[in-house]
Antibody, heavy 114, light 108 residues
Framework: QVQLVQSGAEVKKPGASVRISCKAS????????ITWVRQAPGQGLEWVGW????????NYAQRLQGRVTMTTDTSTNTAYMDLRSLRSDDTAIYYC???????WGQGTLVTVSS | EIVLTQSPGTQSLSPGERATLSCRAS???????LAWYQHKPGQPPRLLIY???SRAPGIPDRFSGSGSGTDFTLTISRLEPEDFAFYYC?????????FGRGTKLEIK
């Protein structure tokens, strides 16, 4: 069955970087794009970005442009999201989703605190 | 970017009642690429409806989506206890794939 398994919780200081992995099983990551969304404490869902399975093209939320990079590794069937220059308002649960969101990872809590 | 306005912000209903949730877009959603998600704390989002009116696999038929252009509706015909949660609409026809701010469906 289709599963997306994300890496574990992270605690980072402001200005640091974080990488979240999202390992797919039950399907080939080449077949669908990957969506990333996040939810900050007490807030709603926020779209972070998308990476295409066709050509690797990416679209990112404007407010994260320049700080976020999404990639996929077909050899390990894994997607990655890198977020740099972390700020306290990046504290959130980050989710990866298959395609436009029919399957989701369990979420990764990223806490940014000095 | 397309702004999605969901209403009401909170809806209080009883199990067995009908819920009607609204999502209005600031401009027409391309190809009616509008999805509805259910979200409960500590869980990933659950896709209910895609392309405005197509039910995702495994979703009970009490959930239905309708609308086109700028006005969309999610209807839950008879509320079950497990349906009380947050609901978000999202458009994925234009980048960025924006979400609405959500509707909290709570037990009356």
């Amino acid at each position: 069955q289709v599963q997306l398994v994300q890496s574990g919780a992270e605690v980072k200081k402001p200005g640091a970087s974080v990488r979240i992995s999202c390992k797919a099983s039950g399907y080939n990551i080449n077949s669908y794009g990957i969506t990333w969304v996040r939810q900050a404490p007490g807030q709603g869902l926020e779209w972070v970005g998308w990476i295409s399975n066709y050509n690797g093209n990416t679209n990112y939320a404007q407010r994260l442009q320049g700080r976020v990079t999404m990639t996929t590794d077909t050899s390990t069937n894994t997607a990655y999201m890198d977020l740099r220059s972390l700020r306290s308002d990046d504290t959130a649960i980050y989710y990866c989703g298959r395609g436009y969101g029919d399957y989701w990872g369990q979420g990764t809590l990223v806490t940014v605190s000095s | 970017e397309i702004v999605l306005t969901q209403s009401p912000g909170t809806q209080s209903l009883s199990p067995g009642e009908r819920a009607t949730l609204s999502c209005r877009a600031s401009q027409s959603v391309s190809s009616n690429y509008l999805a509805w998600y259910q979200h409960k704390p500590g869980q990933p989002p659950r896709l209910l409806i895609y392309a405005a009116s197509s039910r995702a696999p495994g979703i009970p038929d009490r959930f239905s989506g309708s609308g086109s252009g700028t006005d969309f509706t999610l209807t839950i015909s008879r509320l079950e206890p497990e349906d009380f949660a947050f609901y978000y609409c999202q458009q994925y026809g234009n980048s960025p794939h924006t979400f609405g701010r959500g509707t909290k469906l709570e037990i009356k």
